[in-house]
């Protein structure tokens, strides 16, 4: 995969494959390659020009990084940064240097010469238009105006197609500050639920130990019920034995103390009814 460059904002790619400063069409200069030499060349007259200073292209960490600033070469490409620096201060240099050798009255008659063409191509080219118009009145009517015209035409044409992306902006926003707060509620009901998990889990606990600790007390009672319930039934029986003992013994006390009767003399009545019956004979 090939690597993905660019050039620093303010720079363009010149056909050699190296970075020079872009020319400002809006002074009237435009980039040129002239026998395999980069140049600002003043467009009214090609005899003005000035040399610029190469720089190596630039290599992008990712495809979709933006082109960096110079300023930004001095933390993220240091070893770019020093002929970057050089190249735009050379260009500056250059630059106040030709337009000082045109005259006012030129830079003013070239500018409204542009912008009479401009003005002819309009519908094919605005952009070409406004900055021939915003050059020929700043040369003329100074930098206040330029910038209140730069202001104007944010607020006629730039404003409307930013609005629409704003409030897009904007929506994604509110729905961020509101997903925000349903996670933040989310979050809230998560840790809610585990202490209350928690919770439940502790009064189980609790409670099963306290059901134990019942069940063991009923068993203790329940064998201590049984207990007295046996010593109450061993008791009972003994005074049943006591009380039979005693009314045995009672018993065999009144027999022994009972006085004896003679016998009747069954066997002498019987002899003597005999011995009259045969002398009755």
Request: aromatic share 6%.
């Amino acid at each position: 995969m090939p690597e993905t460059t660019a050039c620093p904002v303010g720079f363009v790619v010149s056909t050699t494959g190296q970075c020079v400063p872009s020319c400002p069409s809006g002074d009237g200069l435009d980039n040129r390659l002239v026998g395999g030499e980069a140049r600002c060349v003043y467009r009214q007259d090609e005899t003005k020009f000035f040399a610029l200073k190469p720089s190596p292209i630039v290599p992008l960490t990712r495809p979709t990084d933006f082109a960096p600033t110079v300023a930004s070469l001095q933390t993220t490409r240091p070893a770019l940064y020093p002929a970057y620096k050089a190249a735009q201060d050379d260009f500056a240099t250059k630059k106040a240097l030709l337009l000082s050798q045109i005259s006012t009255a030129k830079l003013v008659s070239d500018a409204f010469r542009e912008l009479q063409t401009a003005e002819n191509a309009r519908g094919e080219n605005p952009q070409a238009y406004q900055d021939a118009r915003i050059r020929y009145y700043t040369l003329t009517q100074g930098d206040a105006w330029a910038t209140a015209e730069r202001r104007r035409l944010l607020n006629a044409e730039v404003l409307p197609t930013i609005v629409p992306y704003q409030q897009s902006i904007g929506f994604i926003a509110e729905r961020q500050t509101q997903q925000a707060g349903t996670k933040s509620a989310v979050e809230a009901v998560k840790a809610k639920l585990i202490t209350l998990k928690d919770d439940f889990r502790l009064t189980t606990t609790t409670l099963s130990k306290q059901v134990s600790e019942l069940r063991n007390q009923i068993e203790l009672q329940k064998r201590r019920a049984l207990q007295q319930q046996a010593k109450t039934s061993e008791w009972f029986i003994n005074l049943i034995l006591i009380v039979l003992s005693l009314v045995v013994i009672g018993i065999l006390i009144r027999r022994l103390m009972r006085p004896s009767r003679p016998a009747a003399p069954s066997s002498i009545s019987k002899t003597s009814t005999y011995t009259s019956r045969g002398t009755q004979v």
